[in-house]
């Protein structure tokens, strides 16, 4: 079957990601859509940047309308940005029957409600994973994943560059606006930061989970939205004090009323998983009346993570293009065709780090026996204890953790170590991941 | 168009989670599905449990091959659990050309190659979301939001049982044998626990999840397991004090030479989010090549919470059998005809708590004032500070949280708390959510 031909509006940050992402893991990618999906035409004004990414392996053009208005193309990438041109490139793209796959939040919470009749008219699909907290599926949990709950109320840190200033003010006792100079040139905050700062960006997110949630339409013009440049680091240590972490926190619920759509600060108690959320990262918090509380939590933003959605949703429509309905979606994600059969390796090489604990006789000389041991078998160690005696007692526990190494190191190492006769016990052996 | 008929093989605390959640979200369900999805027949060898939860709304029978070989049944939902019964009601569901829904884990790992082969053959689906972490849809978000990643690992608290014992033993200081006992009176372990608290149930979804991961086939008989029964509080307690937590980790990696399949007490750096997942609440750490981490977080098992991942499965078999390809997800998840005006509120409207900040002059009486006018409002008071004035200064700070209100409440608090000639600045009010 030939390839699925894109055409990509957009090569900044975003779009570069995009290509970088499905060239690199054409294969991967090729075995779940079950049919290849290649860019073929890149639209973009700064040609030079284009080409860079692109080099050769499209066409490379500067006029957008000749892509949604290109015949051999069959999925139009929208990650231009902006409410004015995006969207009329969009509605061509529909009008023209092409599918359309965009990160743009703005448009859709502004436009939304036109750009998806559109879409239906047409036989078409907007798909829009990436348009909230970036690589997270949260779009699809919604709209699919929790299919069987009433949703009671969604409240997500959605966006990284203020989540980013509210960790720093916290952790360093700083001001804003220190935090916000620094993270610009970190690259976390634009220029002019008025959008992430000021809610703005958060409340285009949470009019598209609102509407998501709730079956109702986009209404980001009913949005109340409060950002965080005037909150204090006094009002966050006072917060701290009492149990809760400030972060701007968008808020949906569902009341017998209406519905509250809401950006602002928001004190949460500390001790709940979305309060230590920290730096850009993102996290959605979900209620629904039959699942209860569930959480979803990754990179807001940056260019693969972004990228990742938008190719997910590349997938998602190249698999409606291509399966019959029943096997859109394969059982184990990949074509049945196209597993492979790379073997379960055996513990002994598995490789990861250790806690050791071992009861030995308080004796000079025991610790050194006991790291030449690990030495020998090349096991670095990267933390160690060793406990005083209780009272009247001779035999004391030494507890190590170890770099990683190959399971059978270690298993070595433990049989050489209850050798000797200064050891009173087997060792403890627990296996520990750094999850980095 | 008519109802799409489910019929139901074993109602117990599962079953009878999905008829309750399919009843009681009905109407909003059949807005996402675009047609109603009715449990038609009910099979359960207890008929008198069956018909207590059954209530006459659909037909009850103690045959569970009568419901797999009725030709008016479009979808099989299978909660008997097992691999022996199961496995031969499930094939010849499928034989007789029925989709299938299932939560049977220890099924899938066991036979998945064989089962999801025979669905394959005959064009149907067998849809298992239930099957991993409750109602959190790590399998679509592995199967489908994830799709354009190279998964380079996944690491899962994946049973709430060994969790909630090791949440225990690390809080109060408790013996394994001593919290069991516990979990088993609360209803959170069964009697004979084994496949809990040995990792057997662990290693189960863990393989299904390597296989949707890396594209491999099913391979329990691979995993390694090691269960949480040898663990001591003494081993809970120095790894606190190193800085770690100690959870049964399911851990899957891809490896130049092959994939790590394993489960066992692992050492997590207490600083990670997920070593903050407590209780039997369930959490996967998924990394992909381009998103990074991302994380899944939900309860993990229990009637409705599982409930909502049957009935995800339903729905997205459904959405299939209703919808033209293009539109089997709706833009908004719910029908376009089909979504509800209802208003947003304004903010004035909006109840939540409060933190009030007040700059007041050192005098006795301030606060009776204060407390006075929000009393008035009916709004009361969780928790207050008033701090020392600073050496020298007659003025200090009072900070309140407030019970939830009514934002007009609020504000009019203020503004009378603001006229008072004690106050000396405009009172600070960040909103406060429990998120409970």
């Given at each position: 079957m030939k390839p699925i031909s894109v055409g990509l509006l957009g090569i900044g940050t975003v779009g570069g990601g995009t290509f970088t992402v499905l060239e690199r893991n054409r294969e991967e990618i090729t075995r779940r859509a079950g049919r290849a999906i290649a860019i073929t035409v890149v639209a973009d004004k700064d040609l030079a940047r284009a080409n860079s990414v692109v080099q050769n392996r499209?066409?490379?053009?500067?006029?957008?309308?000749?892509?949604?208005?290109?015949?051999?193309?069959?999925?139009?990438?929208?990650?231009?940005?902006?409410?004015?041109?995006?969207?009329?490139?969009?509605?061509?793209?529909?009008?023209?029957?092409?599918?359309?796959?965009t990160a743009n939040k703005a448009l859709l919470a502004q436009h939304g409600n036109e750009i998806f009749a559109a879409a239906q008219k047409k036989g078409v699909m907007v798909a829009f994973e990436a348009a909230v907290a970036g690589g997270v599926p949260i779009i699809k949990s919604l709209r699919e994943g929790l299919a069987a709950n009433r949703i009671e109320w969604i409240a997500g840190i959605i966006n990284g560059t203020s989540n980013f200033i509210l960790s720093e003010m916290r952790d360093k006792g700083?001001?804003?606006?220190?935090?916000?100079?620094?993270?610009?040139?970190?690259?976390?905050?634009?220029?002019?930061?008025?959008?992430d700062i000021e809610g703005v960006d958060a409340a285009h997110k949470l009019t598209i989970m609102a509407a998501i949630g709730f079956g109702i339409p986009m209404q980001f013009s009913a949005a109340y939205t409060e950002g965080i440049s005037k909150l204090t680091r006094e009002d966050i240590q006072y917060a701290e004090q009492l149990g809760y972490r400030i972060k701007l926190l968008g808020v949906t619920k569902r009341k017998a009323n209406g519905i509250e759509l809401r950006v602002h600060p928001t004190l949460i108690p500390a001790r709940r998983l979305i309060a230590n959320v920290e730096g850009v990262m993102n996290a959605?918090?979900?209620?629904?009346?039959?699942?209860?509380?569930?959480?979803?939590?990754?990179?807001?933003?940056?260019?693969?993570?972004?990228?990742?959605?938008?190719?997910?949703d590349l997938v998602d429509v190249a698999r409606t293009m291509t399966a019959d309905p029943e096997h859109r979606v394969p059982h184990l994600a990949f074509q049945p065709d196209r597993l492979s059969n790379v073997p379960i390796l055996p513990m002994s090489e598995v490789e990861t780090s250790y806690y050791l604990r071992l009861l030995v006789q308080d004796k000079t000389g025991v610790l050194a026996d006991v790291t030449r041991i690990l030495a020998d078998l090349g096991i670095s160690i990267d933390a160690m204890v060793q406990k005083e005696p209780s009272e009247g007692e001779d035999q004391t526990d030494i507890i190590m953790l170890t770099h990683q190494t190959v399971e059978k190191n270690i298993n070595a190492a433990i049989a050489k170590i209850e050798a000797l006769p200064v050891v009173a016990s087997k060792v403890t052996r627990i296996r520990l991941e750094e999850l980095g």
């Open positions: 499209a066409r490379v053009i500067d006029d957008a309308w000749a892509v949604v208005n290109d015949p051999a193309v069959d999925i139009v990438v929208e990650l231009i940005g902006g409410t004015k041109i995006a969207k009329d490139l969009m509605l061509k793209a529909l009008e023209n029957g092409k599918h359309v796959v700083a001001s804003f606006d220190d935090v916000l100079k620094q993270a610009q040139k970190l690259g976390y905050a634009e220029a002019d930061p008025t959008f959605v918090l979900v209620r629904g009346d039959a699942v209860g509380q569930t959480m979803y939590y990754g990179a807001g933003a940056g260019a693969e993570p972004t990228a990742s959605a938008v190719v997910a």
